[in-house]
């Protein structure tokens, strides 16, 4: 079993910056797991964010994130970071952290087995 645990989230205004966090433990990860972040806004379907290698060397990113998040890790057994800058009322949703037990990252949701239970980020105009 994995558990993942987020943290960071609130209510910002635009323009704003935040950083979550997740905390990743459990017997079942290990350091080869490939990490995410995903969200789901009002009324939405729950979309890929970003992503990180098991070994933090490669990152992908949705386009409309992509030059204003940064996601990192140091190794598996420090959080993964999404550093958000220049919040955007689009960008208000729940945050969820994901886990693979591979090396390589995914877009997709059904490929990541191990889900946190979110963290809420309310962005104001």
């Known amino acids: 079993q994995v558990q993942l645990v987020e943290s960071g989230g609130g209510m910002v205004q635009a323009g704003d910056s935040l950083r979550l966090s997740c905390a990743a433990s459990?017997?079942?990860?290990?350091?080869?797991?490939?990490m995410a972040w995903f969200r789901q806004a009002p009324s939405k379907e729950r979309e890929f964010v970003a992503g990180?290698?098991?070994?933090?060397?490669?990152?992908a990113y949705t386009d409309s994130v992509k030059a204003r998040f940064a996601i990192s890790r140091d190794d598996a057994k420090k959080p993964l970071y999404l550093q958000m800058n220049n919040l955007q009322p689009e960008d208000t949703a729940v945050y969820y952290c994901?886990?693979?037990?591979?090396?390589?990252?995914?877009?997709?949701?059904?490929?990541?087995?191990?889900w946190g239970q979110g963290t809420r980020v309310t962005v104001s105009s």
């Open positions: 990180i290698t098991w070994n933090g060397d490669s990152t």
């Open positions: 994901a886990a693979r037990p591979n090396f390589v990252v995914r877009t997709t949701e059904r490929d990541y087995d191990s």
């Open positions: 459990g017997r079942d990860f290990s350091s080869t797991y490939a």
